[in-house]
Every structure is written in structure tokens, then in C-alpha cells.
């Protein structure tokens, strides 16, 4: 099953958008995020959080959705808790809507919620100009030539990594917190790859 998570980053309205989400049999929006999917034309089928950005004239949008309200006190976000009720749903594939922009600090929460999914479950973060995904194994990025790709170690720790499709190959070499990693560009339409040691944030760049 393919599930859709919307989150209340920014988000633009795209024809590639639209027809991802479209694609969902199941579409979980934490708080904010409701209003991300309304606009791609999307009816969540849960709302969770506690609707703080989401007064009570726009939820009455949304006559579809079963509502999950928590206190405003809690221990977890609205995005982690939305999160956790899609993987109850036993998903294959989350493609995750309205990450970015915004406060800094919920644009890498969105990223600690990309690298908390399981994974045995395909996930990404898509929008209008990239996709985003994270390994600790092996991934494959499909695209186009002169598509940049850019490999984030998620840690101090660093990755070391074998690449293939790329203009600056890498060979069991090892990325830091550093910007060796930023903007290789692909060579032909598919990347693969493959991680030895520690774990990476993917990006690609539409």
C-alpha cells in the first residue's frame, strides 16, 4: 500500500505533486498539513495533532477525515504522531509532502522523521524541485543527466560510500560533515548507491 504523509512545511502546487499524492490509498495530514493537501485537491483520511494551526472554519473542510486531537502538551509532534499512526496502517511506500521552508527547526525534524521510518518501508520527501531520502544500505535515484545529487552524512560519525552514475565517483571513500558531498551531477538516468558504513540523506534535485 502507498500512504501519503502531509506536514505543514511549504509546499507548491505541481502537475508531478498531484499526480504523487493522487497516488496514496491512504493520506494522513498532521495538523497544518491538512491544508497542504487540500490544496493538491487531496481529503486527508486522518488529521492528527492538536489542530493548533488549524482553526475550527478550516478543519469544517475537511468532512472526510477521522480527527485524532492531542493536548497541546505532549511529548512527541504532531508529525511524529501522525507518522506513527500511517505505519500502524502497514504501508510499503510513504512519500512524505511539505517538509521544508518555514522555521529551520521543523525542517529538520521532518528529517528525523524521513530517517525514523523502517527500512523495509520505501520513503521519501518530495517537493516542487527535489526528492530526499535516507539509507543506511543501498538506494538507487532514478533522473535524468546533469540531475544534481547531493550525499549528507546524518551524523558526526560520517558515511563511507561507493557510488556509481555519478561525475565524481566515489569508491569506499568517506563523506564528513563537510560540503565533499554537495552537488555531484548524474551521468546517465539511474544512481546507485552504496553505503559501507554509517548512514546518508540523498538528495535530488528535480
Known amino acids: 500500500m502507498k500512504a501519503a504523509l502531509f506536514l505543514g512545511g511549504e509546499l507548491k502546487k505541481t502537475p508531478r505533486l498531484i499526480k504523487l499524492a493522487q497516488s496514496a490509498e491512504v493520506v494522513v495530514a498532521a495538523d497544518h498539513g491538512a491544508l497542504n493537501a487540500l490544496k493538491l485537491g487531496i481529503q486527508p ?36 504522531l501522525a507518522l506513527e499512526l500511517l505505519l500502524s496502517k502497514k ?7 511539505g517538509t521544508i521552508g518555514g522555521r529551520p527547526d521543523h525542517s529538520l525534524a521532518a528529517l528525523y522523521l524521513l530517517a ?21 544500505d543501498l538506494a538507487t535515484i532514478h533522473g535524468k543527466k546533469r540531475d544534481l545529487v547531493s550525499l549528507l552524512p546524518q ?9 556509481s552514475g555519478l561525475a565524481y565517483p566515489l ?9 565533499r558531498g ?25
Open 182 to 206: 554537495l552537488s555531484n551531477q548524474m551521468t546517465q538516468s539511474k544512481v546507485s548507491i552504496h553505503l559501507l558504513r554509517g548512514a546518508l540523506f540523498i538528495f535530488h534535485k528535480i
Open 116 to 136: 525514523s521510518i523502517p527500512s523495509s518501508i520505501s520513503a521519501k520527501m518530495v517537493s516542487h524541485d527535489f526528492e530526499l531520502f535516507f539509507t543506511e
Open 171 to 179: 569508491k569506499n571513500q568517506s563523506l564528513s560533515y563537510s560540503s
Open 91 to 97: 504501508p510499503k511506500e510513504i512519500i512524505i509532502f
Open 155 to 163: 551524523n558526526s560519525t560520517g558515511a563511507k560510500v561507493t557510488t
Open 45 to 80: 483520511d486522518h488529521i492528527v495533532g492538536d489542530l493548533d494551526s488549524l482553526p475550527s472554519k478550516e478543519l469544517k473542510k475537511f468532512k472526510k477525515a477521522q480527527i485524532h486531537r492531542y493536548p497541546s502538551k505532549k511529548d512527541k509532534s504532531d508529525g511524529e
